[in-house]
């Protein structure tokens, strides 16, 4: 199983980024996917969630009205659409599918919100 995260970069205050995550070697549509991100220091911290049909989503307060969740169970990707962003955004966002005890990380990619 592999899990690809893309998108990530430097941006201002108040930008957008799109983060994607492709995955592979498991039945995708079966598997709940998250997005975590993680600083210095910290554990990781959930960020948003999305079921398996994609109707439902569930964000942390922090990103709340600024990030979407999206996923397609074709191309078997997770999205990450991050718009306002702030400094304290700025981590390792990470893809990560759970199907009951089977469970699997992405490697992490780096964002950065910087003036």
């Known amino acids: 199983v592999q899990l690809v995260e893309s998108g990530g970069g430097l941006v201002q205050p108040g930008g957008s980024l799109r983060l994607s995550c492709v995955a592979s070697?498991?039945?995708?549509?079966?598997?709940?996917l998250s997005w975590y991100r993680q600083t210095p220091g910290k554990g990781r911290e959930l960020v948003a969630h999305?079921?398996?049909?994609?109707?439902?989503?569930n964000y942390a307060d922090s990103v709340k009205g600024r990030f979407t969740i999206s996923r397609d169970n074709v191309k078997n990707t997770v999205a990450l659409q991050m718009n306002s962003l702030k400094l304290e955004d700025t981590a390792v966002y990470y893809c990560?599918?759970?199907?009951?005890?089977?469970?699997?990380w992405g490697q992490g990619t780096q964002v950065t919100v910087s003036s």
């Open positions: 070697g498991l039945i995708f549509s079966n598997y709940v």
């Open positions: 999305i079921d398996s049909p994609g109707d439902t989503a």
């Open positions: 990560y599918a759970r199907r009951d005890s089977r469970a699997y």
